[in-house]
Each structure stands twice: as structure tokens, then as C-alpha cells.
């Protein structure tokens, strides 16, 4: 019972964290800030694993997060932190990060608990997820019809899109608590996880030259967007990489 009671929790903070990161995304439309405050992760983590966990880490290793944190926060932040709104974006955003963080931590005691056992938690983690759902759905039901009609209202291949994008998501939640459970901390995913940024970027590059060869005008478009501070991105993702290799050293 004490597996499937932090997997359940586990999942239902899964969903919290994102339903309090989109809320901050579309009333504020910071989406650099909330980035680099949803990062904050990468140091919260290691202090709920500790807490919770027991969790020591070597020096290198603490050393390790504060180098990707400081690289993702680099790559997001171009703009810089200290702009009108900050407060009210950061208010908003603590819950996504303490949710997201908790639930990293405690499904990785599930999993430790289980014992190899991953399809088992997974499932009740998703259990979490959907009830989580369902909750909000509840809570709020003129919205979630809304929400409803509008979905039914598109055409093909926009429910073709969101279908992909659904799957590729889910794919994603897969191979993270695949990670959590084989890593021996969950502080290591959290901090490999912060350099998403970079992949992005290197795959907006692909989908550009791709566009260009079709003769396609938004590739222009794209490759200026995601070459612009080359400088800083090129620190950013090295100062990541570099930490990444401190936690595996």
C-alpha cells in the first residue's frame, strides 16, 4: 500500500505542476522566465531527496546541478530575471516547481520500494495523473465543456496534430520515470532534464533546413529565432554539458 500511496501522490503532483506552469504561462506569457523558474527544480530536488530520501551526494555531483541549472537559466534568460511581473510569475510558479520536485522524489522511493516492479507504479502513477485530472475538471466545469466543443470543432488534421503531440508527450513521461527508477538519484534527472532547451534548439535547426529545401518561407523565419544570441547559447549549452559530466564522473 505504501508503493501505490506515493505512486498515486506522486502522479496527482505530476499534474498540479503542470496545470500551476501553464496557468503562469498564459496569464503572464513569460514563457523565458517561467523556464528558468521552472529549472529552479534542478536545486529543489536535491533538497526534498535529502529530506525525504536521505540522499548525499558527492561534491562534484552538487556541483554538477549548479552547472546546469546556471547553464539552462543562461539559455532561457536572455532577457533577464529582474523584469515588471517577476513576483507575481515566481508566486505562481514556486507550486509548479515544489510539485514537480516532490513528485520526482517520491515516485523515485516508489520505485526504489518496488524493487524493479516499473510497469506496477507506472500505472498507478498515471491512476494519479487522470484522478488529478478529473479534480480539476470537476472544479471547473464550464471551462472543461468549453474546452470540450472546441476540441470536437477541429478538423482533421489538427486532431492528427494533437494526437502526435499527445503521444510524443506521453513517450516523454515514459522514458523520465524510466529514468528516475534505473538512476540512482533523482537529482540527476532533474538536472539532465534542464537542458532540454538545447535539444529544442538543435531540433528547430533541422526543422528549419528541412523547411529551407521545401522552399518553405517560415524556414528563414525559424533559423533566425533560433540563432539569435548564438553566444550565449553556445556558453549556455556548454556550461550544461559540462555539468552533466560532473554528475556522471
Known sequence: MEIMALAFAGGCMFLGSFFFYFRALFRFADAALIHVLWNVAVLVVPLLAWGWLGERLQPLHYFGI?????????FSSRGGLLRQGFLRVAGTMVWAVLLLSASMVLQKDA???ASGQFIDVFLVFSL???TAAAVLAVLNPRATASRIRRFIGFKGKYIALFVFAESVSFAGTVFSQRA???SPSPSFVAAVESSVPAFIMLQSLVIAFVLARMGREEASIMFRNQIFGWREKLIAISTMSIGIYCLAA
Not at 549548479?66 to 543562461?74: K, Q, Y
Open 66 to 74: 549548479a552547472l546546469a541549472f546556471c547553464g539552462s537559466a543562461l
Open 111 to 113: 520505485y526504489r520500494l
Open 128 to 130: 494519479g495523473v487522470a
Open 180 to 182: 528516475i527508477d534505473f
